[in-house]
Nanobody, 118 residues
Framework: VQLQASGGGLVQAGGSLRLSCATD????????MGWYRQAPGKQRESVAT???????SYADSAKGRFTISRDSAKNTVYLQMNNLKPEDTAVYYC?????????????WGQGTLVTVSS
């Protein structure tokens, strides 16, 4: 099972990053997908979701700044993040929607750390 997020890094407030999530073809083609994040000391939260027919939704904190998209040829989901704020600092994960369950537990693949400095 592959849910590998990448593209994170250190950026100044107001900057941009594009995250990528590579997944298996079978997972990508049959699932809605989402981006989630977990800040230090906080619960994981949904940031943006996209359906197999490209219907998108966003958390209020992401609206107007983040854009989720998917590339069927590459089995990859993207999160373009603009006008980043220090409160966006978190580890970002991608997952299916509903979340993938393996052996009775929610599976979270490799996340990518986004750090926004003020």
């Amino acid at each position: 099972v592959q849910l590998q997020a990448s593209g994170g890094g250190l950026v100044q407030a107001g900057g941009s990053l594009r995250l990528s999530c590579a997944t298996d073809r079978s997972i990508f083609r049959s699932n809605n997908m989402g981006w989630y994040r977990q800040a230090p000391g906080k619960q994981r939260e949904s940031v943006a979701t996209i359906t197999s027919i490209d219907t998108t939704s966003y958390a209020d904190s992401a609206k107007g700044r983040f854009t989720i998209s998917r590339d069927s040829a590459k089995n990859t989901v993207y999160l373009q993040m603009n006008n980043l704020k220090p409160e966006d600092t978190a580890v970002y994960y991608c997952n299916t929607l509903p979340n993938m369950i393996i052996n009775g537990r929610t599976y979270w693949g490799q996340g990518t750390l986004v750090t926004v400095s003020s």
